[in-house]
């Protein structure tokens, strides 16, 4: 379930022992534009978070956190899915995303992930590359990803925790 930063700056602030025990594996961070002053632009590339049904209600001024985790109820087992619909695991409820876009993989012996593309029409994008649909391709701590039009940027759990201890610094 997405969070704004806030909340995950607030638990870590309030018990980073517990915060830290807490974290899943990896996860999405989302930034919003700040493009406030253009607000054609804004509005068509911002991350809503309910389709179509007014105005959203997560990620308009602040950063969102997706955990990158299996949900039970998702039965596709090659993966963690991303897409537009809520039979995803992490959601990212915006027109340029697919319903069912692409998945992260757990890389035996690699310990780390891969993103593959479902063969999403607005495609996915590691680093500034765009994927091969169905190709899986390795993503590092720190990359920059993209789904259709919606940026986020991935974080495995100790670099996470590292992002906001450098946000906490004076």
């Known amino acids: 379930m997405p969070e704004l930063l806030s909340a995950h700056v607030s638990r870590f602030l309030r018990n980073r022992g517990e915060f830290e025990r807490g974290l899943p594996p990896a996860l999405l961070v989302f930034t919003p534009s700040p493009l406030a002053g253009n607000f054609r632009e804004e509005a068509e590339y911002r991350l809503k ?90 993503v590092e701590d720190g990359a920059r990803l993209r789904f259709g039009q919606v940026e986020v940027a991935f974080y495995t759990a100790s670099s996470f925790l590292r992002m906001l201890t450098v946000r906490m610094a004076p």
């Open 49 to 138: 978070t309910v389709t179509n049904a007014g105005a959203p209600t997560l990620g308009v001024s602040e950063a969102v956190v997706f955990p990158v985790v299996k949900s039970r109820t998702n039965a596709f087992g090659r993966g963690i899915t991303v897409g537009r619909t809520g039979n995803n695991d992490v959601v990212l409820d915006d027109g340029s995303v697919s319903r069912f876009h692409a998945w992260f993989a757990w890389v035996e012996g690699e310990e780390g992930f891969s993103l593959t593309d479902a063969g999403s029409k607005n495609g996915s994008w590691v680093g500034g590359a765009r994927l091969t649909p169905r190709r899986a391709v390795a």
